[in-house]
């Protein structure tokens, strides 16, 4: 009776084993072909795209220093443009949950600004004459009553109602901006490090450029006609440096 129960039981574990799906390598390819399609369509949301932060030269990316506030550019490239302040009085700017994050005032002829020590955003020279508050930032309508501008690379706010400013595409902000190479360049060379340039066509992250001369502006030194393509840009890292003749 025991060797029959015994005989029973391994005749009914093999059938149920054999009674499981058969996997064909067929089936298996199609469906780790189905998950690669899923993947390749899963779109990540706007909101939960990461910004790539670029490598800051602190030496070199000083714009300018005011009542031991250092302000810094930066190389990572944020937002859809580069929005430039008008400051006739006093500005607060905020954070995005709308609390103070600080203010710049300008009396007398003179800017009262009251912002951490270290600030960055994309060129700040609180001068007088010259008067230059570009930041990063979103495009004037995304929001109706605050500008959305970047600062310490977090976004902040500015209330829009009576405040004077102006918007460039980044394409169009760098077209405005004189142009230096850095290392970072592949095909430049060493003796093009040291001229200046004017962005002529851009195509993503290629740019068409072509050398200014001398008379274009007191700061330039050196001239050589150069025209040529380069890479300007890698994903939202730029690679040049941005000049303007104040």
């Known amino acids: 009776m025991r060797l029959q129960y015994i005989i029973f039981m391994v005749a009914f574990l093999s059938c149920k084993k054999n009674t499981q799906p058969l996997i064909t390598s067929t089936e298996t390819k ?56 008008s400051i006739n009085n006093k500005i607060e700017i905020l ?20 912002l951490p020590q270290k600030v960055v955003a ?17 495009q004037p309508n995304t929001d109706k009553d605050y ?17 004077k400013y102006y918007f460039l595409l980044w394409n169009d902000y760098v077209k405005s901006a004189f142009i230096q190479l850095t ?25 068409r450029i072509k050398s200014i001369p001398k008379s274009s502006c007191d700061y330039i030194e050196n001239y050589k006609y150069v025209t040529k393509w380069i890479k300007w840009k890698k994903n939202n890292c730029k690679l040049i440096k941005f000049n303007f003749c104040y």
């Open 183 to 207: 290392s970072n360049v592949d095909n430049a060379s060493n003796d093009e490090l040291n001229y200046w340039y004017k962005a002529i066509e851009i195509k993503g992250d290629s740019m």
């Open 95 to 114: 954070n995005y949950d709308k609390t103070t994050f600080g203010n710049i005032s300008f009396v007398d002829d003179s800017f009262i600004i009251s």
């Open 122 to 138: 994309r060129e700040v020279i609180p001068d007088s004459e010259f008067q230059i508050f570009s930041f990063d930032a979103e």
């Open 30 to 85: 199609l469906s780790a072909n189905t998950n690669e399609v899923l993947k390749s369509e899963q779109k990540p949301l706007k909101h939960t795209v990461k910004v790539i932060e670029c490598p800051i030269d602190s030496l070199n990316m000083q714009t300018s220093d005011f009542n031991n506030i250092k302000f810094y550019t930066e190389n990572t490239i944020r937002g859809n443009g580069v929005i430039q302040l």
């Open 147 to 163: 500008l959305i501008i970047y600062i310490n690379k977090e976004k902040k706010l500015v209330a829009k109602k009576g405040l």
